[in-house]
């Protein structure tokens, strides 16, 4: 069929309006930043790694209670890592068990929130240089006087946190025949709530942390036994993810031969 020179026209400017406006629109789905399956955003142009951490354990990661920052001995570090490497970090938190699975989906570049290495968590990722090494103790009530040792601890109940090498020794005593019950919380703050209301017998917990909690609450709880076997806490990346690893493994020399990693311990340990 043949149209008219005027219905031609009209046909035209139709197809040149719609045109126009599907060019206008589309910036309307833009692409989300960071797609591409490593977590990272993009500030200006330039690449941010997105670092996951659980800010619940002080004073390695926690929120500051003025500025509702997430701080801490690792933020501190992570940050002066990533300067000295000269590259962009953004901290997220994530509960503890969630960040080696958000590690590997590539919702986040790096984890740093006192992970301890040990061989199945290596198998799921890839670790940097130890920079940390930590204690596990057992810690009870002021008032305790019958938890002494980790023989005590028989017919008792421990709560641990979540996913930490103390949640592991609980269950390895637990085993053992020694635990009664183990109670797993999510924070360290409810582990102590519920260790003063009675609900729980002891706590397992890294001793840099209890001591934080100690100090903050003075007169509620204390240590006791002897300290389990030390532990070393690392940085974390997708296995495979050599080159990010390089480089913060770079920015870690770097930290510690200037001084910097000292004065953060001083920062947050006194000295330790």
Do not use: H
């Amino acid at each position: 069929m043949r149209w008219g020179r005027n219905r031609l026209l009209v046909l035209l400017l139709v197809l040149g309006l719609t045109v126009a406006l599907v060019g206008c629109g589309g910036g309307g789905t833009a692409t989300p930043q960071g797609s591409g399956g490593d977590g990272a955003a993009s500030q200006g142009g330039e690449k941010v790694y997105i670092v996951g951490t659980e800010p619940t354990f002080p004073p390695f990661e926690y929120i500051d209670e003025n500025t509702g920052e997430i701080v801490g001995f690792d933020i501190d570090l992570i940050k002066a890592i990533a300067d000295a490497a000269g590259i962009k970090v953004e901290v997220q938190s994530l509960g503890f068990d969630g960040l080696i699975p958000a590690l590997q989906a590539g919702n986040i570049d790096i984890v740093i929130a006192g992970m301890t290495v040990n061989e199945e968590r290596a198998q799921a990722v890839d670790f940097g240089p130890s920079y940390w090494e930590a204690y596990l103790q057992i810690a009870v009530t002021a008032d305790n006087d019958e938890i002494k040792s980790v023989e005590d601890l028989k017919g008792k109940t421990v709560g641990v946190q979540i996913g930490t090498t103390g949640a592991f020794k609980a269950e390895e005593l637990k085993e053992q025949g020694i635990v009664k019950e183990v109670k797993t919380y999510n924070t360290v703050d409810v582990i102590f709530l519920e260790l003063m209301q009675g609900t729980i017998d002891a706590v397992i917990n890294d001793l840099p942390v209890t001591e934080a909690y100690m100090a903050r609450n003075p007169g509620k709880i204390k240590l006791t036994g002897e300290p389990f076997e030390g532990e070393e806490y690392a940085y974390a990346v997708a296995k495979g993810n050599a080159e990010l690893l390089e480089k913060l493994n770079a920015g870690l020399e770097q930290v510690k031969a200037d001084g910097t990693f000292d004065e953060l311990v001083l920062k947050y340990f006194g000295g330790e």
